[in-house]
């Protein structure tokens, strides 16, 4: 799909436009009032437990400056580790740390940081520099995630996600997001990194994009991408559907990561989610979210509704 052409075509070939998805979806099907529980991912988190979903292991919160003076404390108890803010959005302030031994900590590219970064860092996240709206947070600390060995060399110095759309509780689009160099091992697409479309029924690859044209190859590792296969997909798309009675809302972006251990986790969800996934995939959402719009709304359980889209979304 050639995406520099006019808005009239792009709505011909059934691509969803920013103030669509603005009034018509996100306005439309979620209640403003919902969107803290997903705005701050502690309390996604806590949602998600509640749920019986599997979310990487907190470690600790910060919620004060006066606690970081004491944060070595829950770091000595970790060989590695993650620190993110709440309330933040599109992987900024997230700090990744693979090893440690107390005096110096590794991020993923081995720079080293001392004690006194670490806390600086966290200041800067309760100060709220990486918020929504510069707003103060909380600096989160969770495990490190060990990603699934399918995804080796497939991402550059950071963990690969899987972003799925549901609407009305259906999955009706999916992508995995591959950190690059150039989006500085966040799996950030308008930053650099890869987008790969998913097929939504099959969980394969079928279309790949770095900075909105296509690619075939994974810049950094030279990993066909094509070869992506995501397994237990069924169970990732039960875990998104099922964050359609968990949250409420009805329009909603979910993050997915694989554990090598732990198998498929829930990262965070989004009440604004993005179209660039429209790009990875190469096609646009407005067919699949008028099927949906179509049904006649009898009440359907998360099995039924991915039994649907297995069906129905070829």
Same mark, same amino acid.
């Given at each position: !799909?050639?995406? =520099?052409?006019?808005?009239? *075509?792009? *709505? *011909?070939?059934? @691509? =969803?436009? !920013?103030?669509?998805?603005?009034?018509?979806?996100v306005a439309g099907h979620n209640d403003r009032s919902l969107f803290p529980l997903v705005d701050d991912k502690l309390k996604t988190k806590e949602l998600a437990l509640a749920a019986g979903l599997t979310v990487p292991n907190l470690v600790g919160v910060i919620r004060y400056q006066h606690e970081i003076r004491h944060i070595d404390h829950l770091l000595h108890t970790k060989a590695a580790f993650c620190i993110k803010p709440s309330k933040g959005s599109g992987g900024k302030g997230i700090l990744v740390i693979h090893d440690h031994d107390d005096q110096q900590y590794f991020k993923p590219n081995n720079q080293a940081l001392s004690l006194t970064d670490i806390k600086r860092h966290t200041s800067n996240i309760l100060a709220g520099l990486f918020s929504l709206g510069g707003q103060p947070d909380k600096a989160i600390i969770e495990d490190l995630i060990h990603f699934d060995d399918h995804f080796i060399n497939y991402s550059f110095e950071g963990v690969p996600d899987i972003r799925i759309i549901v609407f009305k509780g259906f999955p009706v689009m999916a992508m995995m997001r591959l950190s690059t160099a150039d989006s500085d091992g966040k799996a950030n697409l308008h930053?650099?990194?890869?987008? @790969?479309?998913? &097929?939504?029924?099959?969980? @394969? $690859?079928?279309?790949? @994009?770095?900075? &909105?044209?296509?690619?075939?190859?994974?810049? &950094?590792?030279? !990993?066909? %991408? $094509? &070869?992506?296969?995501?397994?237990?997909?069924? *169970? =990732?798309? %039960? !875990? $998104? $559907?099922?964050?359609?009675e968990m949250s409420g809302l009805g329009y909603l972006g979910v993050d997915i990561v694989l554990d090598a251990r732990k198998g498929p986790m829930l990262l965070e969800l989004n009440a604004r989610p993005g179209l660039a996934i429209q790009i990875a995939n190469g096609q646009g959402l407005m067919e699949r979210l008028r099927m949906i719009e179509d049904l006649d709304g009898s009440p359907m359980h998360s099995d039924e509704r991915v039994a649907y889209v297995e069906q129905y979304f070829n």
């Open positions: !799909m050639n995406w =520099l052409i006019s808005p009239r *075509k792009l *709505k *011909k070939l059934g @691509v =969803l436009g !920013m103030n669509l998805r603005n009034i018509g979806y930053q650099g990194a890869v987008g @790969v479309g998913i &097929d939504i029924t099959r969980g @394969v $690859a079928s279309h790949a @994009v770095q900075f &909105d044209r296509p690619i075939e190859h994974h810049p &950094d590792t030279g !990993m066909p %991408l $094509a &070869d992506i296969r995501i397994p237990e997909w069924r *169970k =990732l798309l %039960l !875990m $998104a $559907a099922h964050c359609y």
